[in-house]
Each structure stands twice: as structure tokens, then as C-alpha cells.
């Protein structure tokens, strides 16, 4: 089993940044693919970013390109979304998920592993 814990949500005014963590514990060596992804009140649940844990391979969505970043610490078992230029848009509660097989997939059922979600409000 692998736990997820996020942190960092919270309330920015557009044009700013916040910066999300992901801290994995427990069977961390058997994970694959990681990343981020987001609902927002209505809506389904969206990928925003996902990588290959050990690197080379990552995928933003459009939505999100040019002002968000991903980052790892593998030695901390941590992976952080870096987000810039926030927009209403981005009002949601942000998700990270891990997956222990061998794909990097935007599809939520592809993900065995589930963080409890952290919100982010990004207010106009």
C-alpha cells in the first residue's frame, strides 16, 4: 500500500502562486506513475499533471502549460506542483494519485492511490 498526503491548498488572488506537496509513504518503491489532478465544484475529475516517478516522462494539461511546474524529491518521496499565475479557473480541490503499474495516464482509473485532497481558491 501506498499513503498520499497533500498540503499547501488554500485562498490567492489571481495572478498568484501556491505550491502543492504530495508525501508518499509505505510501498513507495513500487511507484510508477504520480501526479495531479483536480475537480472542480460540477465538473469531473481532470489530470493537470502526471510523470513517470524516477523521471522522463511528464504531461501537463493545456490548461495549465507555461504556468505550472512539477518537481520531485525522490529522497523525501515527495512530489510538488508549482503553480503560477493562478486563475479562477484553477478554483479546485487538487488531488494527488500514484499508480504502482507501468503507465503515465491523464485517466483517473488508471491511479490505485489517492491523496484526500487539499482546496485551492483562487479568487478574482
Known amino acids: 500500500q501506498v499513503q498520499l498526503v497533500e498540503s499547501g491548498g488554500g485562498l490567492v488572488q489571481a495572478g498568484g502562486s501556491l505550491r502543492l506537496a504530495c508525501a508518499a509513504s509505505g510501498r513507495t518503491f513500487s511507484i510508477y506513475g504520480m501526479g495531479w489532478f483536480r475537480q472542480a465544484p460540477g465538473k469531473e475529475r481532470e489530470a493537470v499533471a502526471v510523470?513517470?516517478?524516477?523521471?522522463?516522462?511528464?504531461y501537463f494539461a493545456d490548461s495549465v502549460k507555461g504556468r505550472f511546474t512539477i518537481s520531485r524529491d525522490n529522497a523525501k518521496n515527495t512530489l510538488y506542483l508549482q503553480m503560477n499565475s493562478l486563475q479562477a479557473e484553477d478554483t479546485a480541490v487538487y488531488y494527488c494519485?500514484?499508480?504502482?503499474?507501468?503507465?503515465?495516464?491523464?485517466?483517473?482509473?488508471?491511479?490505485?492511490?489517492w491523496g484526500q485532497g487539499t482546496q485551492v481558491t483562487v479568487s478574482s
Open positions: 510523470v513517470r516517478w524516477r523521471g522522463g516522462i511528464e
Open positions: 494519485a500514484a499508480n504502482d503499474g507501468v503507465v503515465v495516464s491523464t485517466v483517473r482509473d488508471q491511479y490505485n492511490y
